[in-house]
């Protein structure tokens, strides 16, 4: 949650100069788009593994919710859950960290930065989430035992 507030604040504060350089200085910064994305990314990705650690995220319930709550059944739908976020973050892992070379061979346009640099938070957030949901399966796993 700190890299996804740090990134909103800094956002905010090249966005806000951005503004003022174009109204009272008629020079607006070219570069402000590369950087507004990338901070853009890294909020997006930053925040959303935080939230879906903290169990923050946006979710359909509709079923576990009528389900007992000391019940198996209950719990074994939990993990199913886990199981399907876990094999979700994995392909997409895959497919971030594969695209990571091809983004790297290419420049940003104004700044000249490797293309890659902004979305290098993708595979770290994936890795993230993952990482919770081995965490919460092996939880569900103790507990079984």
Same mark, same amino acid.
């Given at each position: 949650?700190?890299? !996804?507030?740090?990134?909103?604040?800094? *956002?905010?504060? @090249? /966005?806000?100069?951005?503004?003022?350089? +174009?109204?009272?200085?008629? +020079?607006?910064?070219?570069?402000?788009?590369?950087?507004?994305?990338?901070? $853009?990314?890294?909020? &997006? @990705?930053?925040?959303?593994?935080? *939230?879906?650690? /903290?169990?923050?995220?946006?979710?359909?319930?509709?079923?576990?919710?009528?389900?007992?709550?000391?019940?198996?059944?209950?719990?074994?739908?939990?993990?199913? #859950?886990? $199981?399907?976020?876990?094999?979700?973050?994995?392909? *997409? $892992?895959?497919? !971030?960290?594969?695209?990571?070379?091809?983004?790297?061979?290419?420049?940003?346009?104004? $700044? #000249?930065?490797?293309? /890659?640099?902004?979305?290098?938070? &993708?595979?770290? !957030?994936?890795?993230?989430?993952?990482?919770?949901?081995?965490?919460?399966?092996?939880?569900?796993?103790?507990?079984?035992?």
């Amino acid at each position: 949650m700190a890299v !996804a507030s740090a990134a909103m604040i800094l *956002l905010l504060i @090249f /966005n806000g100069y951005a503004i003022a350089a +174009r109204y009272l200085f008629a +020079r607006y910064p070219a570069w402000i788009i590369e950087v507004t994305e990338a901070f $853009l990314v890294v909020i &997006v @990705f930053a925040g959303g593994s935080w *939230l879906y650690r /903290n169990h923050r995220q946006i979710a359909i319930t509709l079923l576990i919710d009528r389900l007992r709550a000391d019940g198996a059944p209950r719990r074994w739908l939990v993990a199913l #859950g886990e $199981l399907a976020v876990l094999a979700f973050a994995l392909v *997409l $892992l895959w497919q !971030a960290a594969k695209y990571q070379p091809i983004l790297f061979s290419r420049k940003t346009p104004v $700044l #000249g930065l490797p293309a /890659n640099l902004s979305s290098l938070m &993708v595979p770290l !957030a994936y890795i993230a989430i993952a990482l919770t949901s081995v965490e919460r399966l092996l939880a569900f796993w103790r507990r079984r035992a």
